[in-house]
Protein backbone atom coordinates (compact mmCIF):
# COMPACT_ATOMS: atom_id res chain seq x y z
CA UNK A 1 0.00 0.00 0.00
CA UNK A 2 1.18 3.53 -0.83
CA UNK A 3 2.63 5.38 1.96
CA UNK A 4 1.08 8.82 0.74
CA UNK A 5 -3.01 9.67 -0.05
CA UNK A 6 -4.00 8.76 -3.48
CA UNK A 7 -5.58 10.93 -5.54
CA UNK A 8 -9.36 9.91 -7.06
CA UNK A 9 -10.52 11.94 -9.43
CA UNK A 10 -14.54 12.21 -9.28
CA UNK A 11 -16.64 13.12 -12.88
CA UNK A 12 -20.24 13.42 -12.35
CA UNK A 13 -21.85 12.59 -15.06
CA UNK A 14 -24.97 13.21 -14.15
CA UNK A 15 -28.45 11.70 -16.10
CA UNK A 16 -26.60 8.73 -18.73
CA UNK A 17 -27.70 5.94 -20.38
CA UNK A 18 -25.99 2.62 -19.30
CA UNK A 19 -23.91 1.68 -22.50
CA UNK A 20 -22.42 5.53 -22.53
CA UNK A 21 -21.33 5.10 -18.94
CA UNK A 22 -19.97 2.04 -20.01
CA UNK A 23 -17.77 3.14 -22.55
CA UNK A 24 -16.23 5.50 -20.15
CA UNK A 25 -15.60 2.63 -17.94
CA UNK A 26 -13.96 0.95 -20.85
CA UNK A 27 -11.48 3.57 -21.63
CA UNK A 28 -10.35 4.40 -18.22
CA UNK A 29 -9.37 1.01 -17.30
CA UNK A 30 -7.74 0.74 -20.66
CA UNK A 31 -5.33 3.64 -19.64
CA UNK A 32 -4.64 1.36 -16.34
CA UNK A 33 -4.21 -1.55 -18.30
CA UNK A 34 -2.08 0.45 -21.28
CA UNK A 35 -0.14 1.71 -18.05
CA UNK A 36 0.69 -1.80 -16.71
CA UNK A 37 1.70 -3.52 -19.71
CA UNK A 38 4.29 -0.70 -20.26
CA UNK A 39 2.63 1.13 -23.36
CA UNK A 40 4.87 4.01 -23.98
CA UNK A 41 2.98 7.71 -22.64
CA UNK A 42 0.27 5.29 -21.04
CA UNK A 43 -0.69 6.91 -17.63
CA UNK A 44 -2.97 5.70 -14.74
CA UNK A 45 -5.03 7.59 -13.14
CA UNK A 46 -7.55 6.56 -10.66
CA UNK A 47 -11.09 7.95 -10.91
CA UNK A 48 -14.95 7.47 -9.98
CA UNK A 49 -17.60 8.09 -11.87
CA UNK A 50 -21.15 9.43 -10.60
CA UNK A 51 -24.09 8.50 -12.45
CA UNK A 52 -27.95 8.27 -12.49
CA UNK A 53 -29.08 6.29 -15.02
CA UNK A 54 -31.84 5.64 -17.24
CA UNK A 55 -33.83 3.18 -16.06
CA UNK A 56 -32.37 -0.43 -16.89
CA UNK A 57 -32.13 -3.82 -15.86
CA UNK A 58 -28.55 -5.60 -15.83
CA UNK A 59 -27.27 -9.52 -15.41
CA UNK A 60 -24.19 -10.33 -14.61
CA UNK A 61 -21.85 -12.12 -16.44
CA UNK A 62 -22.69 -16.00 -15.38
CA UNK A 63 -26.25 -15.26 -15.74
CA UNK A 64 -28.04 -17.96 -17.99
CA UNK A 65 -31.63 -17.60 -16.79
CA UNK A 66 -32.70 -14.50 -18.43
CA UNK A 67 -33.94 -15.65 -22.03
CA UNK A 68 -34.80 -12.90 -24.80
CA UNK A 69 -38.85 -13.71 -23.81
CA UNK A 70 -38.16 -12.25 -20.65
CA UNK A 71 -35.48 -9.36 -21.78
CA UNK A 72 -38.04 -8.15 -23.75
CA UNK A 73 -41.03 -7.86 -20.89
CA UNK A 74 -38.34 -6.11 -19.08
CA UNK A 75 -38.19 -3.79 -21.63
CA UNK A 76 -42.07 -3.31 -22.47
CA UNK A 77 -41.71 -1.51 -18.84
CA UNK A 78 -39.79 1.26 -20.33
CA UNK A 79 -36.88 0.35 -19.54
CA UNK A 80 -33.54 -1.38 -21.30
CA UNK A 81 -31.65 -4.36 -20.69
CA UNK A 82 -28.18 -5.55 -20.95
CA UNK A 83 -26.12 -8.44 -20.21
CA UNK A 84 -22.40 -7.33 -18.68
CA UNK A 85 -19.32 -8.87 -17.92
CA UNK A 86 -19.58 -8.01 -13.60
CA UNK A 87 -20.74 -11.01 -11.38
CA UNK A 88 -24.11 -11.62 -10.04
CA UNK A 89 -27.40 -11.54 -11.44
CA UNK A 90 -30.11 -9.69 -12.12
CA UNK A 91 -30.33 -5.71 -10.78
CA UNK A 92 -32.63 -2.61 -11.43
CA UNK A 93 -30.62 0.89 -12.12
CA UNK A 94 -32.89 4.34 -12.70
CA UNK A 95 -33.00 7.81 -11.46
CA UNK A 96 -32.88 8.30 -7.45
CA UNK A 97 -30.23 5.74 -7.38
CA UNK A 98 -26.96 6.94 -7.23
CA UNK A 99 -24.66 4.87 -8.74
CA UNK A 100 -20.50 5.02 -8.61
CA UNK A 101 -18.09 3.24 -10.72
CA UNK A 102 -14.56 3.33 -9.20
CA UNK A 103 -12.05 2.72 -11.95
CA UNK A 104 -9.06 1.83 -10.08
CA UNK A 105 -5.54 0.30 -10.13
CA UNK A 106 -5.59 -1.92 -6.34
CA UNK A 107 -1.79 -1.79 -6.79
CA UNK A 108 -1.86 2.03 -5.51
CA UNK A 109 -4.14 0.78 -2.63
CA UNK A 110 -4.29 -2.75 -1.60
CA UNK A 111 -3.83 -5.62 -4.40
CA UNK A 112 -6.79 -7.96 -2.84
CA UNK A 113 -10.09 -7.94 -4.26
CA UNK A 114 -11.38 -8.92 -0.80
CA UNK A 115 -10.70 -5.73 0.62
CA UNK A 116 -11.71 -3.53 -2.23
CA UNK A 117 -15.35 -5.21 -1.64
CA UNK A 118 -15.11 -4.80 1.90
CA UNK A 119 -14.40 -1.08 2.05
CA UNK A 120 -16.66 -0.43 -0.71
CA UNK A 121 -19.42 -2.11 1.57
CA UNK A 122 -18.21 0.21 4.89
CA UNK A 123 -18.31 3.48 2.13
CA UNK A 124 -22.24 2.33 1.80
CA UNK A 125 -22.35 1.93 5.75
CA UNK A 126 -20.48 5.34 6.44
CA UNK A 127 -22.68 7.12 4.13
CA UNK A 128 -26.10 5.38 5.80
CA UNK A 129 -24.78 6.74 8.71
CA UNK A 130 -24.57 10.08 8.36
CA UNK A 131 -28.28 9.53 7.35
CA UNK A 132 -28.94 7.67 10.90
CA UNK A 133 -29.77 4.41 9.32
CA UNK A 134 -27.89 1.43 10.68
CA UNK A 135 -27.14 -0.44 7.75
CA UNK A 136 -25.06 -3.54 7.65
CA UNK A 137 -23.24 -6.33 5.88
CA UNK A 138 -25.59 -9.95 5.62
CA UNK A 139 -24.17 -13.08 4.46
CA UNK A 140 -26.15 -11.85 1.34
CA UNK A 141 -24.46 -9.93 -1.03
CA UNK A 142 -24.66 -5.71 -0.63
CA UNK A 143 -26.07 -3.36 1.93
CA UNK A 144 -29.23 -3.87 4.22
CA UNK A 145 -31.46 -2.30 6.55
CA UNK A 146 -32.35 -5.41 8.50
CA UNK A 147 -33.85 -7.26 5.70
CA UNK A 148 -34.04 -4.56 3.07
CA UNK A 149 -31.44 -4.32 0.53
CA UNK A 150 -30.48 -0.21 0.38
CA UNK A 151 -27.10 -0.81 -1.25
CA UNK A 152 -25.56 -3.00 -4.45
CA UNK A 153 -22.17 -4.18 -5.35
CA UNK A 154 -21.07 -5.51 -8.16
CA UNK A 155 -17.54 -4.96 -10.07
CA UNK A 156 -15.09 -6.77 -12.51
CA UNK A 157 -11.55 -6.53 -11.80
CA UNK A 158 -8.91 -7.71 -14.62
CA UNK A 159 -5.46 -7.09 -13.28
CA UNK A 160 -6.14 -5.46 -10.28
CA UNK A 161 -8.01 -2.77 -12.49
CA UNK A 162 -11.69 -2.23 -11.42
CA UNK A 163 -14.93 -1.85 -13.09
CA UNK A 164 -18.45 -1.59 -12.35
CA UNK A 165 -19.07 -0.73 -8.69
CA UNK A 166 -22.21 0.32 -6.58
CA UNK A 167 -25.50 1.70 -6.54
CA UNK A 168 -26.89 3.18 -3.41
CA UNK A 169 -30.82 4.03 -3.35
CA UNK A 170 -31.63 7.49 -2.77
CA UNK A 171 -35.20 8.31 -3.58
CA UNK A 172 -36.35 5.73 -6.43
CA UNK A 173 -39.24 4.40 -7.09
CA UNK A 174 -38.84 1.04 -5.69
CA UNK A 175 -41.77 -0.39 -7.86
CA UNK A 176 -39.04 -1.42 -10.77
CA UNK A 177 -37.56 -3.82 -8.41
CA UNK A 178 -41.09 -5.85 -8.29
CA UNK A 179 -40.68 -7.22 -11.66
CA UNK A 180 -37.48 -8.91 -10.59
CA UNK A 181 -36.21 -11.30 -8.14
CA UNK A 182 -32.83 -9.93 -7.32
CA UNK A 183 -30.51 -12.61 -7.31
CA UNK A 184 -33.17 -14.83 -6.62
CA UNK A 185 -33.03 -13.71 -3.28
CA UNK A 186 -36.86 -14.47 -2.21
CA UNK A 187 -38.48 -12.85 0.51
CA UNK A 188 -36.42 -9.89 0.60
CA UNK A 189 -37.05 -6.64 0.14
CA UNK A 190 -35.65 -2.98 -1.28
CA UNK A 191 -35.71 0.36 0.65
CA UNK A 192 -34.06 3.90 0.42
CA UNK A 193 -32.54 6.39 2.23
CA UNK A 194 -35.61 8.64 1.48
CA UNK A 195 -38.08 5.59 2.83
CA UNK A 196 -36.00 4.82 5.92
CA UNK A 197 -35.80 8.64 7.32
CA UNK A 198 -39.05 9.30 5.94
CA UNK A 199 -38.12 12.55 3.82
CA UNK A 200 -37.22 12.98 0.03
CA UNK A 201 -33.42 12.94 0.00
CA UNK A 202 -32.03 13.07 -3.42
CA UNK A 203 -28.69 11.94 -4.86
CA UNK A 204 -27.42 15.72 -4.72
CA UNK A 205 -28.00 16.03 -0.89
CA UNK A 206 -26.28 12.05 -0.87
CA UNK A 207 -23.22 12.77 -2.82
CA UNK A 208 -21.06 14.57 -0.31
CA UNK A 209 -21.07 12.30 2.09
CA UNK A 210 -20.47 9.57 0.11
CA UNK A 211 -17.05 11.02 -1.72
CA UNK A 212 -16.54 11.66 1.99
CA UNK A 213 -16.73 8.43 3.22
CA UNK A 214 -15.54 7.07 0.22
CA UNK A 215 -12.34 9.60 0.90
CA UNK A 216 -12.09 8.06 4.78
CA UNK A 217 -12.35 4.41 4.06
CA UNK A 218 -9.65 4.12 0.99
CA UNK A 219 -7.57 6.74 2.59
CA UNK A 220 -7.59 8.93 -0.46
CA UNK A 221 -7.64 12.58 -1.76
CA UNK A 222 -10.45 13.87 -3.77
CA UNK A 223 -11.16 16.07 -6.37
CA UNK A 224 -13.88 17.01 -8.78
CA UNK A 225 -13.66 17.31 -12.56
CA UNK A 226 -15.82 18.17 -15.65
CA UNK A 227 -16.38 15.21 -18.62
CA UNK A 228 -15.39 17.98 -20.79
CA UNK A 229 -12.06 17.97 -19.88
CA UNK A 230 -11.77 14.77 -20.67
CA UNK A 231 -13.61 14.64 -24.27
CA UNK A 232 -10.52 15.12 -26.16
CA UNK A 233 -9.92 11.30 -25.41
CA UNK A 234 -13.38 9.71 -24.38
CA UNK A 235 -15.61 9.54 -27.60
CA UNK A 236 -18.55 7.53 -26.68
CA UNK A 237 -19.24 4.58 -29.20
CA UNK A 238 -19.95 1.21 -28.40
CA UNK A 239 -18.71 -0.80 -25.16
CA UNK A 240 -17.92 -4.27 -24.41
CA UNK A 241 -19.86 -4.33 -21.31
CA UNK A 242 -23.14 -4.43 -23.32
CA UNK A 243 -25.09 -7.15 -24.70
CA UNK A 244 -26.43 -8.29 -27.94
CA UNK A 245 -29.40 -6.16 -27.25
CA UNK A 246 -27.53 -3.07 -27.94
CA UNK A 247 -28.66 -0.60 -29.95
CA UNK A 248 -27.78 3.05 -30.48
CA UNK A 249 -25.34 4.02 -28.08
CA UNK A 250 -26.60 6.97 -26.17
CA UNK A 251 -24.48 9.96 -26.53
CA UNK A 252 -23.95 11.11 -22.96
CA UNK A 253 -24.92 14.68 -21.80
CA UNK A 254 -21.86 16.05 -19.23
CA UNK A 255 -22.40 17.47 -15.95
CA UNK A 256 -23.07 21.30 -15.57
CA UNK A 257 -22.02 21.22 -11.99
CA UNK A 258 -20.00 19.39 -9.55
CA UNK A 259 -21.80 18.17 -6.04
CA UNK A 260 -18.91 18.07 -4.09
CA UNK A 261 -16.08 20.76 -3.17
CA UNK A 262 -12.70 19.13 -3.88
CA UNK A 263 -10.43 18.22 -0.77
CA UNK A 264 -6.51 19.16 -0.03
CA UNK A 265 -5.11 17.39 -3.55
CA UNK A 266 -2.11 15.31 -2.49
CA UNK A 267 -0.90 13.08 -5.39
CA UNK A 268 0.49 9.91 -5.08
CA UNK A 269 4.30 9.43 -4.93
CA UNK A 270 4.96 6.50 -6.78
CA UNK A 271 2.34 4.59 -9.42
CA UNK A 272 2.55 1.25 -9.88
CA UNK A 273 3.28 -1.85 -12.26
CA UNK A 274 2.35 -5.37 -12.34
CA UNK A 275 5.39 -7.68 -11.77
CA UNK A 276 6.73 -9.57 -15.12
CA UNK A 277 5.02 -12.93 -13.87
CA UNK A 278 1.60 -11.51 -13.52
CA UNK A 279 1.92 -9.46 -16.62
CA UNK A 280 1.82 -12.84 -18.34
CA UNK A 281 -1.62 -13.95 -15.91
CA UNK A 282 -4.63 -11.41 -16.35
CA UNK A 283 -6.47 -11.92 -13.44
CA UNK A 284 -10.47 -11.53 -14.54
CA UNK A 285 -12.96 -11.63 -10.89
CA UNK A 286 -16.54 -11.18 -11.21
CA UNK A 287 -18.57 -10.54 -7.94
CA UNK A 288 -21.87 -10.28 -7.51
CA UNK A 289 -24.07 -7.10 -7.65
CA UNK A 290 -27.11 -8.99 -5.95
Not at 21 to 40: I, N, S, V
Not at 154 to 174: K, Q
Not at 194 to 200: A, D, L, M, P, V
Not at 207 to 236: A, D, G, R, Y
Request: glycine share 6%.
Amino acid sequence: MSLSRNLVTVINLGRMGFLAAADLQKRYAREHLDFLAGKPGAISRNVILLVEHDPVYTTGFRTKTYTEEEAQRLKSLGADFYRTNRGGMITFHGPGQLVAYPILNLLQFRPSVKWYVSSLEATIIKTCANWGIAAKTTVDTGVWVEDRKIGAIGIHTRRYVTTHGISLNCNPELSWFKFIVPCELKGKSVTSISKETNREVSIKDVTKSFLESFSEVFNCSIETSMLEQHEHIFIPHQTTFSSQNASATTTPTPATSTEFASKTIVPPETLYRLPSKEKETPVDRQIPMW
